[in-house]
């Protein structure tokens, strides 16, 4: 498939739905990616012929032979975003372009084919449009989507990359994060692993950057923390990102965030802090943070806030801080006024409480 073709989707509805009833029980308690909506979208590429026989068809398990590639080349990827029930009834995505851009970065950097945004962006309203009674009612619950590609090729040739491959979407109704309000986190500050290096996939939403980073985050919780905070890998000295958000800085009137140099994901919900910034009266800057500079800051009092963001969460504050050798508390250790400012407006423009001047806002139906 060019980017000058279309793909044509053929349509299979599930007639084992849940009824009404079973949805609902889901929906009044669902978590987040325990429980899966009725249908999913498959797409298979072939090298030579490209993206073919898109389809919706009925959630189920999928038949791999156990020799396929991603098993074990892990060459797969993957986003996520969410489908809001808006006021008024509408359900709209956040940015599913912007995801659509980066799921191609991602591609290749990961040696895999990329698929035209407006497949991408057509895959996921065809999900929600099937199951939108999945869609939650409930204030702050959303549909979780996960678009993901894998590897398909059977063999265990190591030379190059898979010459099949599978995308698919699929779709969880998610609670809101935070229950009984908003809780800073602990985080832990890892010095005995890294994420990513320069050169690696540092910048790409793959598995691997995930399944390498259980361990310091075991380690954190280990030494009584919520999650991992990562360090550059070279010196362990500068601040890269919390688990899987990215963090900002607030020094008074200034939003501060480690500058995307390869390592980093680049995190969609950052690049929409930066913009909202200006509206809120913020200025931004994007460069190294050092440990030294964000334990000094703290001591100083002119480090105010510090606070992660991303897809799930949103804006999450982040309440102390400790390492092997140190820890300190940000501030009083709990969510700060600019903290939760930029949180409500990001929400509110998700949720159709707040303007969205610049149409981030996809309507689906």
Not at 57 to 63: A, F, Q, T
Not at 105 to 110: I, K, P
Not at 171 to 187: E, N, Q, R, W
Request: hydrophobic share 40%; net charge negative; glycine share 10%.
């Amino acid at each position: 498939m060019t980017s000058a073709q279309k793909l044509s989707f053929d349509v299979q509805h599930n007639d084992h739905a849940r009824t009404a009833a079973e949805r609902e029980q889901v929906l009044a308690n669902p978590g987040f990616g325990q429980t899966f909506t009725d249908h999913m979208i498959m797409i298979d590429y072939t090298e030579g012929s490209g993206w073919h026989d898109a389809r919706l068809m009925p959630y189920g398990p999928l038949s791999l032979d156990p020799a396929t590639s991603v098993f074990h080349y892990a060459q797969e990827l993957f986003e996520g975003l969410k489908a809001y029930r808006q006021v008024g009834g509408s359900i709209v995505a956040f940015r599913p372009h912007a995801n659509a851009a980066r799921f191609n970065r991602s591609a290749a950097r990961m040696a895999m084919p990329e698929l035209p945004e407006d497949a991408f962006v057509e895959s996921l309203e065809l999900l929600v449009e099937a199951d939108k009674e999945w869609v939650p009612t409930t204030e702050g619950h959303s549909l979780y989507l996960r678009p993901f590609m894998i590897a398909t090729q059977v063999g265990l040739g190591v030379n190059y990359p898979s010459k099949t491959y599978k995308y698919m979407v699929i779709a969880s109704p998610a609670a809101s994060y935070f229950t009984g309000g908003i809780k800073p986190v602990s985080v832990w500050l890892s010095t005995e692993y890294t994420r990513a290096a320069p050169g690696g996939t540092g910048f790409a939403k793959c598995g691997g950057n995930y399944a390498a980073a259980f361990l310091a985050q075991r380690q954190a919780v280990e030494n009584g923390c919520d999650q991992v905070v990562w360090l550059d890998a070279h010196e362990h000295e500068y601040v890269e990102e919390m688990g899987g958000m990215n963090l900002f800085f607030v020094f008074g009137n200034k939003l501060v965030t480690p500058e995307l140099t390869g390592t980093l994901l680049p995190g969609i919900t950052r690049e929409s802090i930066l913009e909202l910034a200006g509206d809120l009266g913020l200025e931004t800057e994007e460069r190294l943070v050092s440990v030294e500079e964000w334990q000094e800051g703290c001591a100083s009092g002119e480090l105010t806030e510090v606070f992660a963001c991303g897809t799930a969460a949103v804006v999450t504050p982040v309440g102390s801080v400790k390492g092997e050798d140190r820890s300190w508390t940000v501030a009083d250790g709990t969510p700060g006024p600019v903290t939760m400012r930029v949180r409500e407006e990001l929400v509110g423009i998700q949720y159709g409480a707040r303007p969205d001047t610049r149409n981030w806002i996809h309507k689906i139906l």
